[in-house]
C-alpha cells in the first residue's frame, strides 16, 4: 500500500478504503510523517476541487473525518517522532458573541489546519474583549471572525473598533465571514476582507503572510 | 376617499393572489418577513412578547398601522414560544431570557438528538421513535418516556395492558404535570393566533401563510441527525437516510395539508440543506429534490399554494427547481440571483424577495430604493413577482423598510 493509494482513495471520499490504506501502510512500518503528508495532499485536492465547485460542504467533512481518524491512528507514532511542523502563520477564529452558530467556523478551522496554519479556536459567542486577549497572547497575522446572524454585523464591528482601541488593529488582517456577510457588511464592520467559504479563509491568510494585503 | 378594511383587504388579496398566479396585478406586491422586527420597532423586548401574548399583539399591530404591506405575518405558532418550551424544558432553541439576552432572537441549538444506529428504529416507526427516543432528548420534561414500552404494543386484553405499569415509573407524574402545562400553553397560542388572525382580518391584512411545513431531508437534518450528520450519511449511510426521507414525506405532506382544515391556503416552507454548497447537483438530485417536488406536488394537488424560501443561495439549481406546476408557487429567495431566476423560472414560479439584510440593516433609504427599483423593473415585469426582504428583516432600520414599500408604490404600477 503506498502513499500514492491513500491521497487516491482520501480525495475520491472512500472512507473505508482510505482507513485500510493507513491502516496497511502503519502495519508496514511506514514513516508516519508520510502518511500525514499523503492526507495533506489529498486535502490540497479536496480543497482544489471545493474550490473549483466539484466539491461541496459533504465532501469536505468527509475529508475532515477521514483526516481525523487517520490523524488518531498515528498519534501514537508521532509522539516518539519530533514534533517541529512548519507553521505558515497563526489565525485566531471565532463566533462573535450573539452568535451560536459553529459549523462554519468548524469547516474554517480545518482548512486553516490542514494548510499548515496555527489556528486557536475561541469557540462560539465570544466577546471582543476575549479577541483581544488572543490576539496579544497568540500574536496572530490574521483574525477571522464568523457568524451568521445580523446581529453579527454589530458585534463584528465591536470586535474591530476593540482590535483597534487596543492598539492592535495595525498588526492584524480582520476578515469576516458567514450568512449574510457581504461587501457591505465588510465595509459596515471596518474588516479588511469578507470570505464565502471556508478555501477564501485559507486563500486570504495566505494572502496575508505572503504580504500581498495591505 | 378612503377604504374600508374590507375594501383593503380584497384589495391586498388580489394584488398578492394575482401575482402568485403569474398574473399581472394593479402594482407589485410588497409583503415583509418581519421577524421580531416588530418588537425592535415597538421598542419591547424579544423576551417580552414571546411569553405575554398582549405586549406581541400591542408590537405587531403598531407595527401594521405604520407599514403598509400587503400582506402580515402571524407570529404566534412560531415566536410566542416562551411558556411552553418553559414547560416541557425544550432543549432546541436558545431563546430570550433562556440562553440568549432580553432583546436577541431566538437560536437553534444543532445536535445529533438521533444517532445514525438508530435509523432502522425511526424507519421502522417514527412516531414511536420519536415519542419515546426523540422527546426524552429535545424534552427535558419529557425525559422519563424514554423508559416506556412501545404503546404499539398496547393492542387488547389479551397483549398489551399490563404495559400501562410502564405509566407509574419513577418521574412519570412529572411527565403529566409538565404535559397539562403544556397543553394549557398550546391551547392559549392557539386562542392568540385565532385573535390575532381577527385582529389583522379587521385592519385589513390578509395573512402571509397560515401552515408550515419542511422538505424531508431537512426535518430529518435539522432536527435528527444535525447537519454535519446529514451531511456524513449521504456517504456513510445513503440507503437508510433516503429510506428516512421518504418515511417522513407523508408526515410533512399531511403536516403541510394541515392547513386547509383551518381554512389557510398558502403554507410556509423554509429550506436550509439544499442550498448551493451545501451538497453538488447530484446529492440535490437523488436525496433532496424528489421529496421534496412530491410535497409541492402534493400541496398543490390539494389547492395549496406552497410558499418556499429559499435560505441561503441555489443559483446552480435553478434549471431543476422549476419543475413545478406553473402559477401554483412561490419561490422566496434569499442570496440567489433573482434576476437570473427570472429568466429561467420565471414563467412558471412567482418570484418573491430579495432585498438584501446588509442593505436593510446598514444602508440607507435611497441605497435600498434602488435595489427595489431595479428588482421591480427586472424581475417585477410582465408580474408574478412580490417585493420582500431576502430573510427575516428582525434588526432592519424602519425607515429603510418604508423605503420599500413607497418602492413598490412608486415605481412598481402596472397600468
Given at each position: 500500500?503506498s502513499?500514492?493509494?491513500?491521497i487516491?482513495?482520501?480525495?475520491?471520499?472512500?472512507e473505508?478504503?482510505?482507513?485500510?490504506?493507513?491502516?496497511?501502510?502503519v502495519?508496514?512500518?511506514?514513516d508516519?510523517?508520510a502518511?500525514?503528508?499523503?492526507?495533506?495532499?489529498?486535502?490540497?485536492?479536496?480543497?482544489?476541487n471545493?474550490?473549483?465547485?466539484?466539491?461541496?460542504?459533504?465532501?469536505?467533512?468527509?475529508?475532515?473525518q477521514?483526516l481525523?481518524?487517520?490523524?488518531?491512528?498515528?498519534?501514537?507514532?508521532?509522539?516518539?517522532?519530533?514534533?517541529?511542523?512548519?507553521?505558515?502563520?497563526?489565525?485566531?477564529?471565532?463566533t462573535?458573541?450573539?452568535?451560536?452558530h459553529?459549523?462554519?467556523?468548524?469547516?474554517?478551522?480545518?482548512?486553516l489546519?490542514?494548510?499548515?496554519f496555527?489556528?486557536?479556536?475561541?469557540?462560539?459567542?465570544?466577546?471582543?474583549?476575549?479577541?483581544?486577549?488572543?490576539?496579544?497572547?497568540?500574536?496572530?497575522?490574521?483574525?477571522?471572525?464568523?457568524?451568521?446572524?445580523?446581529?453579527?454585523?454589530?458585534?463584528?464591528?465591536?470586535?474591530?473598533?476593540?482590535l483597534?482601541?487596543?492598539?492592535?488593529?495595525?498588526?492584524?488582517?480582520?476578515?469576516?465571514?458567514?450568512?449574510?456577510?457581504?461587501?457591505?457588511?465588510?465595509r459596515?464592520?471596518g474588516a479588511?476582507d469578507?470570505?464565502?467559504?471556508?478555501?477564501?479563509?485559507?486563500?486570504f491568510?495566505?494572502k496575508?503572510?505572503?504580504?500581498?494585503?495591505? | 376617499?378612503?377604504?374600508?378594511p374590507?375594501?383593503?383587504?380584497?384589495?391586498?388579496?388580489?394584488?398578492?393572489?394575482?401575482?402568485?398566479?403569474?398574473?399581472?396585478?394593479?402594482?407589485?406586491?410588497?409583503?415583509?418577513m418581519?421577524?421580531f422586527?416588530?418588537?425592535?420597532?415597538?421598542?419591547?423586548?424579544l423576551?417580552?412578547v414571546?411569553?405575554?401574548?398582549d405586549?406581541?399583539?400591542?408590537?405587531?399591530?403598531?407595527?401594521?398601522r405604520?407599514?403598509?404591506?400587503?400582506?402580515a405575518?402571524?407570529?404566534?405558532?412560531i415566536r410566542?414560544l416562551?411558556?411552553?418550551?418553559?414547560?416541557?424544558?425544550?432543549?432546541?432553541?436558545?431563546?430570550?431570557?433562556?440562553?440568549v439576552?432580553?432583546?436577541?432572537?431566538?437560536?437553534?441549538?444543532?445536535?445529533?438528538?438521533?444517532?445514525?444506529?438508530?435509523y432502522?428504529?425511526?424507519?421502522?416507526?417514527?412516531?414511536?421513535f420519536?415519542i419515546?427516543?426523540?422527546?426524552p432528548?429535545?424534552?427535558?420534561?419529557?425525559?422519563?418516556?424514554?423508559?416506556?414500552?412501545p404503546?404499539?404494543?398496547?393492542?387488547?386484553?389479551?397483549m398489551?395492558?399490563?404495559?400501562?405499569?410502564?405509566?407509574?415509573?419513577?418521574?412519570?407524574?412529572?411527565v403529566?404535570?409538565?404535559?397539562?402545562?403544556?397543553?394549557?400553553?398550546g391551547?392559549?397560542?392557539g386562542?392568540?393566533?385565532?385573535?390575532?388572525?381577527?385582529?389583522?382580518?379587521?385592519m385589513?391584512?390578509p395573512?402571509?401563510y397560515?401552515?408550515?411545513?419542511?422538505?424531508p431531508?431537512?426535518?430529518?437534518?435539522?432536527y435528527?441527525?444535525?447537519?454535519?450528520?446529514?451531511?456524513?450519511?449521504?456517504?456513510?449511510?445513503?440507503?437508510?437516510?433516503?429510506a428516512?426521507?421518504?418515511?417522513?414525506?407523508p408526515?410533512?405532506?399531511?403536516?403541510?395539508?394541515?392547513?386547509k382544515q383551518?381554512g389557510g391556503?398558502?403554507?410556509?416552507i423554509?429550506?436550509?440543506?439544499?442550498?448551493d454548497?451545501?451538497?453538488s447537483?447530484?446529492q440535490?438530485?437523488r436525496?433532496?429534490?424528489p421529496?421534496?417536488?412530491?410535497?409541492?406536488?402534493?400541496?398543490?394537488?390539494?389547492?395549496?399554494?406552497?410558499?418556499?424560501?429559499?435560505?441561503?443561495?441555489?443559483?446552480?439549481?435553478?434549471?431543476?427547481?422549476?419543475?413545478?406546476?406553473?402559477g401554483?408557487?412561490?419561490y422566496?429567495?434569499?442570496?440567489t440571483?433573482?434576476?437570473?431566476?427570472?429568466?429561467?423560472i420565471g414563467?412558471?414560479v412567482?418570484l418573491?424577495?430579495?432585498?438584501?439584510?446588509?442593505?436593510?440593516?446598514?444602508?440607507?433609504?435611497?441605497?435600498?430604493?434602488?435595489y427595489?427599483k431595479?428588482?421591480?423593473?427586472?424581475?417585477?415585469?410582465?408580474?408574478?413577482f412580490?417585493?420582500?426582504?431576502a430573510?427575516?428583516?428582525?434588526?432592519?432600520?424602519?425607515?429603510n423598510?418604508?423605503a420599500?414599500?413607497q418602492?413598490?408604490?412608486e415605481?412598481?404600477?402596472?397600468?
Amino acid at each position: 500500500m503506498s502513499q500514492q493509494q491513500l491521497i487516491e482513495a482520501m480525495s475520491t471520499i472512500k472512507e473505508q478504503e482510505a482507513l485500510a490504506i493507513a491502516q496497511d501502510m502503519v502495519k508496514q512500518g511506514a514513516d508516519p510523517f508520510a502518511i500525514l503528508e499523503a492526507c495533506k495532499q489529498a486535502m490540497t485536492i479536496v480543497g482544489d476541487n471545493f474550490a473549483k465547485g466539484v466539491y461541496f460542504l459533504p465532501e469536505l467533512v468527509m475529508a475532515g473525518q477521514i483526516l481525523m481518524q487517520i490523524s488518531e491512528l498515528i498519534k501514537p507514532l508521532l509522539k516518539e517522532a519530533s514534533s517541529d511542523k512548519e507553521s505558515l502563520g497563526r489565525v485566531v477564529v471565532g463566533t462573535v458573541e450573539g452568535d451560536i452558530h459553529d459549523i462554519g467556523k468548524d469547516i474554517v478551522v480545518l482548512m486553516l489546519e490542514v494548510n499548515g496554519f496555527e489556528v486557536r479556536d475561541l469557540g462560539i459567542d465570544v466577546p471582543a474583549a476575549k479577541f483581544v486577549e488572543a490576539v496579544r497572547e497568540f500574536d496572530p497575522q490574521v483574525v477571522a471572525l464568523s457568524g451568521f446572524l445580523t446581529v453579527a454585523f454589530d458585534n463584528m464591528k465591536k470586535t474591530v473598533e476593540a482590535l483597534k482601541e487596543a492598539g492592535l488593529r495595525d498588526k492584524v488582517k480582520v476578515q469576516i465571514g458567514g450568512g449574510q456577510i457581504d461587501e457591505e457588511i465588510r465595509r459596515y464592520t471596518g474588516a479588511d476582507d469578507y470570505g464565502l467559504d471556508a478555501m477564501e479563509a485559507v486563500s486570504f491568510a495566505k494572502k496575508v503572510v505572503a504580504g500581498g494585503v495591505q | 376617499m378612503s377604504q374600508s378594511p374590507q375594501e383593503l383587504f380584497a384589495e391586498k388579496e388580489a394584488r398578492v393572489d394575482t401575482a402568485i398566479a403569474l398574473g399581472v396585478p394593479d402594482r407589485v406586491p410588497v409583503t415583509c418577513m418581519t421577524g421580531f422586527f416588530p418588537a425592535y420597532y415597538a421598542k419591547v423586548s424579544l423576551r417580552d412578547v414571546m411569553y405575554d401574548a398582549d405586549k406581541m399583539i400591542a408590537a405587531w399591530t403598531q407595527t401594521l398601522r405604520d407599514f403598509d404591506f400587503d400582506t402580515a405575518d402571524n407570529p404566534f405558532m412560531i415566536r410566542f414560544l416562551g411558556a411552553i418550551m418553559e414547560s416541557l424544558d425544550y432543549k432546541q432553541l436558545k431563546w430570550a431570557g433562556h440562553g440568549v439576552d432580553d432583546m436577541s432572537g431566538y437560536q437553534f441549538v444543532e445536535g445529533e438528538y438521533m444517532k445514525p444506529e438508530e435509523y432502522d428504529e425511526f424507519i421502522f416507526d417514527p412516531t414511536d421513535f420519536m415519542i419515546r427516543r426523540y422527546w426524552p432528548r429535545i424534552f427535558g420534561a419529557l425525559a422519563p418516556l424514554a423508559g416506556l414500552p412501545p404503546l404499539r404494543e398496547i393492542i387488547t386484553y389479551s397483549m398489551g395492558l399490563a404495559n400501562f405499569a410502564a405509566l407509574g415509573a419513577p418521574g412519570m407524574r412529572e411527565v403529566g404535570l409538565a404535559l397539562i402545562k403544556a397543553a394549557d400553553a398550546g391551547q392559549q397560542m392557539g386562542k392568540n393566533a385565532a385573535q390575532f388572525a381577527g385582529v389583522i382580518k379587521e385592519m385589513g391584512f390578509p395573512s402571509t401563510y397560515q401552515g408550515f411545513t419542511q422538505a424531508p431531508f431537512d426535518t430529518l437534518s435539522d432536527y435528527f441527525r444535525g447537519t454535519l450528520g446529514g451531511m456524513m450519511d449521504m456517504f456513510r449511510h445513503p440507503d437508510q437516510l433516503m429510506a428516512a426521507t421518504e418515511k417522513m414525506l407523508p408526515i410533512m405532506l399531511r403536516l403541510g395539508l394541515s392547513t386547509k382544515q383551518r381554512g389557510g391556503t398558502k403554507v410556509f416552507i423554509p429550506l436550509h440543506k439544499g442550498l448551493d454548497g451545501f451538497m453538488s447537483n447530484d446529492q440535490f438530485l437523488r436525496f433532496y429534490w424528489p421529496s421534496l417536488k412530491a410535497l409541492i406536488e402534493g400541496l398543490v394537488a390539494e389547492g395549496l399554494i406552497p410558499v418556499v424560501l429559499w435560505e441561503g443561495e441555489c443559483t446552480s439549481r435553478l434549471e431543476i427547481i422549476g419543475d413545478v406546476p406553473a402559477g401554483k408557487v412561490v419561490y422566496h429567495f434569499e442570496r440567489t440571483d433573482i434576476f437570473k431566476a427570472k429568466e429561467i423560472i420565471g414563467d412558471r414560479v412567482c418570484l418573491k424577495g430579495n432585498v438584501p439584510l446588509s442593505l436593510m440593516v446598514t444602508g440607507g433609504p435611497d441605497d435600498v430604493k434602488a435595489y427595489c427599483k431595479k428588482l421591480i423593473e427586472v424581475v417585477g415585469k410582465g408580474g408574478g413577482f412580490i417585493l420582500d426582504a431576502a430573510a427575516p428583516a428582525d434588526d432592519a432600520k424602519p425607515e429603510n423598510l418604508q423605503a420599500m414599500i413607497q418602492a413598490a408604490k412608486e415605481y412598481g404600477r402596472y397600468a
